[in-house]
């Protein structure tokens, strides 16, 4: 079964700042990877995706992601944040792209301060 | 394309009492999952149908919770004699293969 770690409960950053969140994931198989953020009393919204191909995906808002397989890791990044990025972020992984069951990491809040 | 539509957005009950949540996913996606989040536990996995049918029920509480899809265009999640302990935001995803849209979530509050 497939499982998702994210060490990082919190994180605090500057605007303009660079940002990474980390996301490790545990499956023996070929994984399909997503980052989502959810806003304040909204549902989760899909920023970006990684199924094949270029190991480095791009997503809304200038948010990327970088699958490195031999890491198992699928880190999110942007270079400079803005206030308005202050969310939760989820990582989360599917055994298959037709599988539909997806597991959730436990999500990072990112708070960035004016 | 309205999204995922939830409702309630907002429910209260009292203790013992039952609560209905309603979940309209997006026409055409095949698959439709129910998931709790709070504070302490985080985003829980209830259950998921596809093409109305249960599959995946693991995430349930054995008791009190039941879910239904009686048409592929809406879902219920209904929780009989409610706790204090229930009190949370149930969302509600469709999917048409992997990737799950999200609705906005039902807060409920048991009192």
């Known amino acids: 079964a497939q499982s998702v770690t994210q060490p990082d409960a919190r994180v605090t950053v500057s605007e303009g700042a660079s940002l990474q969140l980390r996301c490790k994931y545990s499956?023996?198989?070929?994984?399909?990877l997503f980052w989502y953020v959810q806003y304040p009393r909204q549902g989760l919204q899909l920023l970006l995706k990684?199924?094949?191909?270029?190991?480095v995906v791009q997503g809304v808002n200038g948010f990327e992601a970088e699958f490195i397989k031999s890491n198992s890791s699928f880190h999110l990044r942007k270079a400079s944040v803005h206030w308005s990025d202050s969310a939760v972020y989820f990582c989360a992984v599917s055994a298959g792209i037709n599988t539909n069951k997806v597991v959730f990491g436990t999500g990072t809040r990112l708070q960035v301060l004016p | 394309n309205a999204g995922v539509i939830q409702t309630p957005r907002h429910k209260v009950t009292g203790k013992g009492q039952e609560a209905t949540l309603w979940c309209e996913p997006i026409s055409g996606h095949s698959a439709v999952f129910w998931y709790r989040q709070t504070i302490v536990q985080g985003l829980e996995f209830l259950t998921y149908f596809r093409n109305q049918a249960p599959i995946d029920d693991s995430g349930m509480p054995k008791e009190r919770f039941s879910a239904q899809m009686p048409n592929q265009s809406h879902s219920t999640l209904k929780i009989q004699s409610t706790q204090p302990q229930d009190s949370a935001v149930y969302l509600c995803a469709s999917s048409s293969a992997t990737e799950q849209f999200f609705g906005p979530g039902t807060r409920l509050t048991v009192l």
């Open positions: 499956y023996s198989g070929t994984p399909y």
């Open positions: 990684y199924y094949s191909g270029d190991p």
